[in-house]
């Protein structure tokens, strides 16, 4: 009889626990293993990406890193800013990884996965091989590179026509130089920089086709010091203007320009900044060395971006290309002092020309060459 009811009172303490197990529910609105809340719809075909409150996003920088005071800057920006919006703050619902050396790609993309954001974007098209790779193994996460194309539903690809507002920062070049010398500093010597050297090449001559560009590459977006070197370089064989598209190395050729301008308060001497205005950078004491900045709104398209993929519209296997119709390309005029109402005019009016169809910008070494030909 004993053993009767000890043996009874076993089998009403596991039903009390099955019971228990199956009536439990998520009611925090937790994530399960994929970082997905329990009640959240699938935003598209390619997996259980969240959205609503609980959507998170990540970027990972290139090694340009996220204080580059350019690019890299400008995306972090404007995720920063989505997540204001919602009420979410660094490390709670937004947040980056940065990388020091390409090596870093992997491991900062990897733990952003394991750390289940729903949206990852890679800063640069030097993420591109490690994000695709990232896309593919990670079916339920959306993946996004700035400045270069991937394939897959779960990815979506943000550039710009940079050459469009070179263009225009090589027409306000051409009519400002004294010397008739201008000076082009790229970071890595690829397709992508190729668009902001031939659109600059084609606005100056443009203007003057017996300008002089000298075109120079630090085969890297993160060293101020080689940045700086060529700046020297070309500021003393008589060049007056330098358009940079380097990240963290164009911080060099303004560090060079404010040098000289220090040391010669009446020498007309200037830098052109990229990606955003970078007007701040070149202020010196009285006098400020930025001429102008041709602004590429990558805090707009990563804004954008993140907000579709919150609102279940990931616009997932797009590329999705920004220029001067987007509101997404312009040219600065905060230094009105240097960016005279004369050329602020011209600048309006190649612009005008660009709009309407009537000016296609070379973005190739080959494109310019033909478009010069026909000047």
């Known amino acids: 009889m004993k053993n009767r009811k000890l043996l009874l009172m076993a089998l009403l303490f596991v039903l009390v ?40 996003v990540a970027m990972v920088t290139d090694i340009g890193g996220v204080d580059d005071r350019s690019f890299n800057q400008s995306a972090w920006e404007g995720i920063t800013e989505w997540g204001e919006e919602h009420g979410l703050s660094k490390g709670n619902g937004f947040d980056y990884a940065q990388s020091n050396a390409p090596e870093d790609y992997v491991p900062n993309i990897t733990r952003m996965v394991r750390e289940d954001y729903n949206l990852i974007l890679g800063i640069g098209f030097e993420l591109k091989e490690d994000i695709q790779n990232a896309a593919n193994q990670n079916s339920d996460v959306y993946f996004g590179i700035v400045d270069d194309v991937v394939e897959g539903d779960n990815t979506v690809s943000i550039t710009f026509k ?34 902001f050297e031939a659109g600059f090449i084609a606005g100056a001559k443009s203007i003057n086709p017996d300008i002089e560009v000298d075109v120079q590459y630090a085969e890297h977006f993160g060293d101020p010091s080689k940045g700086k070197m060529i700046a020297a370089d070309m500021y003393n064989n008589d060049v007056d203007i330098i358009y940079h598209a380097s990240g963290g190395t164009g911080n060099g050729v303004f560090n060079e320009a404010k040098d000289l301008k220090n040391a010669d308060p009446d020498r007309e001497i200037w830098v052109i900044g990229v ?101």
């Open 17 to 56: 626990a099955l019971l228990a197990a199956c009536g439990s529910s998520n009611d925090d609105g937790g994530k399960d293993s994929t970082g997905d809340s329990g009640d959240t719809q699938d935003t598209n075909d390619s997996g259980d990406s969240g959205s609503g409150d609980d959507f998170s």
């Open 162 to 195: 940079e050459h469009e507002g070179s263009f225009l920062v090589g027409v306000a070049a051409a009519m400002k130089t004294k010397t008739d010398k201008l000076g082009f500093v790229g970071g890595i010597d690829s397709p992508l920089i190729n668009k």
């Open 275 to 375: 990606d955003r205005d970078q007007h701040d950078e070149g202020q010196i004491g009285d006098h400020n060395v930025t001429f102008t900045s041709m602004v590429k709104r990558v805090d707009v398209a990563v804004k954008d971006v993140a907000q579709l993929a919150m609102d279940g519209e990931f616009p997932g296997g797009e590329q999705l290309e920004f220029g001067i119709q987007e509101n997404a390309i312009s040219v600065a005029a905060t230094n009105d002092e240097a960016m005279t109402d004369e050329i602020v005019s011209a600048v309006k009016e190649w612009e005008e020309k660009i709009l309407n169809g009537e000016l296609e910008i070379p973005f190739t070494r080959d494109a310019l060459k033909t478009f010069l030909e026909e000047l």
